[in-house]
């Protein structure tokens, strides 16, 4: 998908993922106020701000840091949304980090300001955070989520 297509409104895109605050943490869940990893949540905003999901997502390894050939994450995302450059993300875009080094992206979060983001993190839940320096060199992905 290019980035020129419509994307959505980033202020609704941000009160729906702020409406999954409080929801805990739970692995391959996508629940809002019962639980939810940190996919489940960027799937709970795609299924409240595009609409259904377009493809059933398959059981993944919880492993931050897993190596590999293939970006699975970042591919699956490129299918269906706009990417832009991480350096270019706004609030409203779904970014997607590298939590080791040489390891493949296995984390999200949704840009909710300049420098808070929200994502759901194992033991707190949907949490709002500042996007320190430490959580920022992590980015290697970004992506707009398309109108619906």
Known sequence: MTATAPTA?????IAVARSWLGTPYHD??????????CLGLARGVWRE??????????PYSRD??????????AEGARRMMPEIAPDD????????????PRAIAKHVGILTGPDPFLHAYERLGV?????????????AFAFLFPAR
Not at 32 to 37: L, Q, R, T
């Open 9 to 13: 409104d980033p202020s609704r895109v």
């Open 28 to 37: 391959q869940a996508s629940l809002k106020g019962v639980g939810c990893d």
């Open 89 to 100: 993300a706004l609030p409203g875009a779904l970014i997607l980090f590298r939590m080791r």
């Open 127 to 139: 949490i709002e955070e500042p996007l320190t320096p430490t959580w920022r060199r992590r980015i």
């Open 64 to 73: 931050w840091g897993e190596m590999g050939p293939r970006e699975v994450l």
């Open 49 to 58: 701000v595009v609409g259904p999901e377009p493809f059933p997502i398959p």
